[in-house]
């Protein structure tokens, strides 16, 4: 029996990506809706980022993703 949505392992998301993706109701569910390896690889990429330009450029490329995402269903 495949886990439901409430048993899934939570991911830690930055409170600024978080507030990216709330901004766009679309990308939000759909990110509610990734699986949580697939919300760590963003989350991964976007915490590792050095410069807070690049940051910044992660996390408006994941909501875009994310977003694109939920067009192509």
């Given at each position: 029996?495949?886990?439901?949505?409430?048993?899934?392992?939570?991911?830690?998301?930055?409170?600024?990506?978080?507030?990216?993706?709330k901004a766009d109701p679309e990308a939000w569910a759909r990110w509610q809706a990734l699986s949580p390896s697939h919300q760590r690889e963003h989350v991964k990429a976007i915490e590792e980022a050095k410069k807070p330009?690049?940051?910044?450029?992660?996390?408006?490329?994941?909501?875009?993703?994310?977003?694109?995402?939920?067009k192509r269903r």
């Open positions: 029996m495949s886990p439901t949505k409430d048993d899934r392992p939570q991911v830690s998301a930055p409170a600024d990506l978080i507030k990216a993706l330009e690049t940051r910044a450029r992660r996390i408006t490329s994941a909501v875009a993703m994310v977003r694109a995402m939920a």
